[in-house]
């Protein structure tokens, strides 16, 4: 039986092509994701500095822990999300004020995208 | 056995034909993919370069009475003072045509919003002075970004 050189040429070039594209494909899909990474840690970044500032503008700072609900974008909304701010203030005191410690982390699906800390010095009746 | 060659024949054409279009499909996604990538990271940028440049500014220039926001011609401006050489100066951050803009004039003289020179773009920027806080919002393709700086000076 005589066969195609053409045919044959072309049935190992299409299968070189889909290995290279599944490396490609791989390639493409780390890419896209790291990207969406990349973007909620950026948004998560500015959330978390304006979580802690605001902790810091606050004059009543109170010991304890709060849970603000984001959306993608990390903006604050009411519904409950996978994406949150979880707020940690802990308390030194001593006879001339409180050293307040306040962590900020932010969690992107559920699981932990960066994490923020700042110290707050309130001097003695300062509040 | 002509038969069986003609099927050979149309058999590599449509192979020919599948290999075309799986390149095709390669491109497009790569492309696809290429453009989501440059084009978040071209956002990312933006409101990094944004939001930081802003709170440097602040940051900067936070002395008593030297930070506040203020509203001319139906535009939230932040205004910064600050000495030069003696002469008291305004910095004015604010959003124009699209744009976030600074323009940098003397106290006394009259603000001109076209005059401003482009940061990055925008589509809305508000600022807003708080006990002992600025709060800023800074809209970037439909997407609002909040900061709030707590300030040693406060707002005037």
Do not use: W
Not at chain 2, 120 to 138: K, M, Q
């Amino acid at each position: 039986m005589k066969r195609n050189p053409v045919l044959i040429e072309m049935l190992l070039a299409v299968l070189f092509f889909a290995l290279a594209s599944t490396v490609l494909v791989q390639v493409l899909f780390a890419a896209y994701e790291n990207n969406a990474q990349s973007r909620a840690q950026t948004l998560a970044l500015v959330a978390l500095e304006d979580a802690l500032e605001r902790c810091k503008a606050d004059g009543a700072l109170k010991e304890g822990g709060e849970v603000r609900y984001c959306d993608e974008n990390f903006t604050p909304c009411d519904e409950e999300t996978q994406n949150e701010i979880r707020l940690d203030i802990a308390a030194q005191k001593t006879q001339a004020g409180a050293l307040y410690t306040v962590s900020a982390a932010a969690y992107f699906e559920g699981e932990l995208l960066c994490a923020l800390e700042t110290a707050v010095y309130r001097g003695e009746g300062a509040q | 056995m002509r038969r069986g060659e003609s099927m050979t024949e149309i058999f590599t054409y449509i192979l020919i034909a599948a290999f075309a279009a799986m390149c095709l499909m390669v491109v497009a996604l790569g492309a696809r993919v290429y453009g989501t990538v440059t084009d978040n990271a071209g956002k990312n940028s933006d409101m990094r370069t944004s939001v930081n440049y802003i709170a440097s500014k602040v940051r900067a220039n936070d002395r008593e009475g030297a930070v506040s926001a203020i509203e001319t011609g139906g535009m939230s401006v932040l205004m910064l003072k600050n000495m030069l050489g003696g002469e008291e100066y305004a910095t004015y951050i604010y959003c124009c045509d699209g744009e976030l803009r600074e323009y940098l004039a003397r106290a006394d003289a009259e603000f001109d919003a076209e005059l401003g020179e482009c940061i990055a773009s925008a589509s809305a920027f508000y600022c807003e002075g708080l006990e002992g806080a600025l709060l800023i919002t800074l809209m970037q393709e439909g997407v609002p970004y909040t900061l709030h700086l707590a300030l040693k000076g406060g707002t005037a």
